[in-house]
């Protein structure tokens, strides 16, 4: 079928364009074509002959693979043939493949989570991101946006579009992520991916999307996954925004410090502006013992006594008092870290009482 052209060694007369001319000639020189695309060797041929930049080798080379544009995006060898043939043709030619690629089958989405394909995806992105062909993509991926964001290699191609395209391009992606918000956040996948696009998403759809994060607080800090999205906004460190969310969580601290992700929250809204607000829920309460003894929240009550001492000494003395009267439930398990903080407090507040002028002129570390 190849006359004489031997693939696996190169061109026959060690001509690429002579010879691919002569073998375009032969019957049904589509197969051969991509026959010899799969292979590796095929494919770097192939790939030195769109180099030569011909438009006529190019263009031929085009209607020999167009009607396997998908197989070939997807293959070990053929991806690096469909790259460098979406480089070379034309624009009326790449719409030609964006068509076939989404209609009536979305191969964009199955290429995006193929491991394979996902290259080639990328460089679509990248080839296209200045033309108004790159609407075909986007489309593409809004259509299947919550299984590409849960996807362990699709989501990367969602993340490439933001991290490429203007805001005003991503729009369509900037809503999917507004309107599927909570399933992706519920996710194990999807909340990572959720936490990559609250980074990368700009202008007023950005703000939108953290004020729906806000409104949604409260469900979303009790589930045990949802939860990393709001570690991850107040992370952010915006003032407005974590004021808003540190008053929506109230009445909710003593409960969260006691689950195993909750308790992160608590702590980080400790470290931060919500340190008040969460150590005077705790006051209020009548189960800090419970919350001291806990496997999670004795962490943080440690934290709570730490940050408190460092930034607020009132509010933190009201936590040891309040807590010394549980000193006696405080002797095993996870309460005795509790326990052997406050008395390691108690024994500074004894020692730093009464100090002799001759001793403290002696203790050099002091000065």
Sequence with gaps: ????????????????????????????????????????????LLQELLSLKDSRISNRIFN???????????????????????????????????????VPENHIYHASVHKYGNFSVKKLITTLKRSPLIIYVVNAFSNKFEKLMTDPTG???????????????????????????????????????????????????RDQLLDWICYNVRFLAQDPTGNYVVQYVIGLNNPAI????FSLLD???????????????????LRLSGMNRVINEFLASNRLVFVAKDRYGNYVIQTA???????????????????????????????????????????NRSSSRVVPMKKFHHCRRWK
């Design 242 to 245: 974590n004021d808003q969310i």
């Design 1 to 44: 079928m190849f006359h004489g052209v031997n693939w696996s060694n190169g061109f026959s007369n060690g001509n690429p364009r002579l010879d691919f001319e002569a073998t375009s000639n032969v019957g049904n020189p589509s197969n051969i074509v991509i026959t010899m695309a799969m292979t590796e060797h095929g494919s770097e």
């Design 64 to 102: 020999m693979v167009f009607e396997f544009i998908f197989e070939l995006m997807i293959h070990q060898f053929g991806r690096y043939l469909f790259q460098k043939l979406i480089e070379s043709v034309d624009e009326s030619r790449l719409q030609m493949i964006m068509e076939k690629l989404t």
């Design 305 to 347: 006594l730490k940050e408190s001492k460092k930034r607020n000494g009132r509010i933190h003395a009201s936590l040891i008092m309040k807590l010394e009267e549980h000193l006696g439930c405080l002797r095993q398990g996870y309460g005795r870290n509790i326990r052997t903080l406050i008395q390691v407090v108690g024994r």
């Design 155 to 205: 989501r990367y191609m969602i993340m490439e579009c933001l991290d490429v395209l203007d805001s005003r391009t991503n729009d369509l992606l900037y809503v999917g992520a507004m309107e599927r918000c909570l399933e992706l956040s519920r996710h194990e996948q999807g909340v990572v991916s959720m936490n990559a696009c609250i980074a990368r998403i700009k202008g007023p759809r």
């Design 251 to 269: 009445g909710l601290y003593v409960k969260l410090s006691m689950a195993k992700t909750g308790s992160h929250l608590v702590e980080q809204c």
